[in-house]
């Protein structure tokens, strides 16, 4: 009787190991680079508390597929996307392009990607002093000829008319940008400032003094965006993520983040 007692529990405990075992690993990459609110320190290391907003809106929504084993790994941008198409890596966050389109697997609906599965809205203004003698009209701006915008390494240069245009001076560090705005060394930098219909104001910004200038500069969707391999292996556990983003975007995790 206690030989068939130690079978079953054996039994039981070896059916729990292998349920365990048989979660599927989704290997995720991200930059290797601070980019708050997204991701936070640097190099190859995944903090442990705080590594950033996308990361835990992404570990909330992986918890609730439990079929699914999230794996983080951080390289420079481009070698995440260079990973992507080649299937070492399964999954990253990023906007829609048609170049990527080619190697990578988006929501779509119609023929295009789905706004409604996508993984963020957000929308990026301006950031400028309380004394700058130039405005923004939110086509352009007036009182000065040509804006000087830090941003970090790695950001598209912004897109301006022929009459009015925006000069890039890139930074190492959002941190940077915002200590050359405060000295006065450059005109204005960018921050989120609105995610969806919800306006934020970075503590950042308040505590230094700068003002925000709507309307927003531009907006972007971003895209839990899947390796190729990925999507053909693992195509309903793919769908389940995207579809829980119709109604998970991150929002109050975001907004935690940038009022810290």
């Known amino acids: 009787m206690l ?5 079953f529990i054996c039994a039981v405990a070896c059916s729990a190991a292998s349920s365990v075992s048989a979660a599927v690993p989704l290997n ?16 190859a290391q995944v903090l442990p508390n705080k590594p950033g907003a996308t990361i835990e809106h992404l570990q909330q929504l992986v918890a609730a597929v439990p079929q699914l084993e999230l794996k983080l790994q951080r390289l420079p941008w481009k070698r995440c996307l260079a990973a992507l198409a080649t299937g070492e890596i399964d ?33 990026t203004c301006l950031v400028s002093r309380q004394d700058a003698p ?3 009209t939110g086509t352009g701006f007036t009182g000065i000829e040509q804006l000087v915008v830090a941003r970090p390494l790695g950001y598209a240069p912004l897109k301006s008319n022929p009459q009015q245009k925006f ?5 190492s560090s959002s941190d940077m940008d915002l200590d050359l705005l405060e000295k006065g060394r450059i005109n204005a930098i960018t921050r ?28 972007s969707r971003g895209y ?11 195509q309903q556990l793919a769908e389940l993520l995207w579809q829980q983003q119709i109604n998970n975007k ?11």
Request: net charge neutral; hydrophobic share 35%; charged share 25%.
């Open 250 to 260: 991150g929002t109050d995790i975001y907004r935690r983040y940038l009022e810290e």
């Open 224 to 234: 839990l965006i899947f390796s190729k391999n990925f999507y053909q292996r693992e």
């Open 134 to 136: 130039w405005q923004w």
């Open 91 to 123: 999954a990253v966050v990023g906007s829609y392009s048609s170049e990527r389109a080619e190697f990578a697997v988006f929501p779509y609906r119609d023929g295009k990607p789905d706004p409604q599965r996508a993984f963020n809205l957000h929308h």
């Open 3 to 7: 030989r068939i007692l130690l079978l």
């Open 28 to 43: 995720f990459c991200f930059e290797d680079k601070e980019l708050a609110p997204y991701y936070y320190g640097n190099g």
């Open 167 to 171: 000069s890039m001076h890139y930074t």
């Open 192 to 219: 989120l400032c609105q995610i969806g219909d919800l306006k934020v104001s970075p503590a950042q910004i308040s505590l230094r003094g700068l003002k925000i200038l709507y309307p927003p500069l531009y907006d």
